[in-house]
């Protein structure tokens, strides 16, 4: 419950249009989740499950801001081409 407080608040003050994450040991999220996650903005998220109780990635762009077409996702990055 912090850590979802501390992004939405980080989100919100800092107006944050990308949200990038490693390590996040989790295999899925709901919607509502990734919600409080971005402060109600717009965000599109996408994620890797990690490989047993580390590694994952989380990202999340605000579609209001950026225009993207497409993610590439490789086993340690993930990249969004303009």
């Not at 899925?28 to 996650?37: E, G, M, N, P, V």
Request: glycine fraction near 10%; proline fraction near 4%; aromatic fraction near 14%.
């Amino acid at each position: 419950m912090a850590k979802t407080k501390f992004l939405s608040n980080t989100t919100r003050e800092q107006g944050l249009d990308f949200i990038a994450l490693l390590e996040i040991g989790k295999k899925d999220f709901t919607q509502a989740k990734l919600d409080r996650y971005c402060g109600g903005k717009n965000f599109v998220w996408h994620w890797t499950e990690p490989h047993g109780r580390s590694d994952g990635m989380l990202l999340g762009v605000n579609l209001d801001a950026y225009d993207i077409g497409s993610i590439e996702e490789g086993d340690f990055f993930y990249k969004v081409p303009p």
